[in-house]
Nanobody, 123 residues
Framework: QVHLVESGGGLVQAGGSLRLSCAAS????????MGWFRQAPGKEREFVAA????????YFADSVKGRFTISRDKAKNTVYLQMNSLKPEDTAVYYC????????????????WGQGTQVTVSS
């Protein structure tokens, strides 16, 4: 089992920044990659970004490219999502996820999920 805990969400004005963190514990040696997804009210959970654990290759949804970055600290078993130039449409619950196979834009590829952290961007 891998246990994921997100932190760093909150309320920010449009144009502002937030950094989300996701700390992993448990059988972290089995982790091949980590991803961030988000879900707004009434909408499906959507891919935001992902990173491969060993090499650090990063992938982003078109909607966040150029504004968000993803990184990982292998020593701390933590992945970060730096969100800049935030827009009201970025408002959602953000979830961290871990995969033991390969990173992907689909939720089904991920074995473990955090509880989510709320990000609210005011206009």
């Amino acid at each position: 089992q891998v246990h994921l805990v997100e932190s760093g969400g909150g309320l920010v004005q449009a144009g502002g920044s937030l950094r989300l963190s996701c700390a992993a514990s448990g059988r972290t040696f089995s982790t091949a990659g980590m991803g961030w997804f988000r879900q707004a009210p009434g909408k499906e959970r959507e891919f935001v970004a992902a990173i491969t654990w060993s090499i650090g290759n990063a992938y982003f949804a078109d909607s966040v490219k150029g504004r968000f970055t993803i990184s990982r600290d292998k020593a701390k078993n933590t992945v970060y999502l730096q969100m800049n130039s935030l827009k009201p449409e970025d408002t959602a619950v953000y979830y961290c996820a871990a995969t033991s196979t390969t990173v992907d834009v689909t939720t089904g590829r991920y074995n473990y999920w955090g509880q989510g952290t709320q990000v609210t961007v005011s206009s």
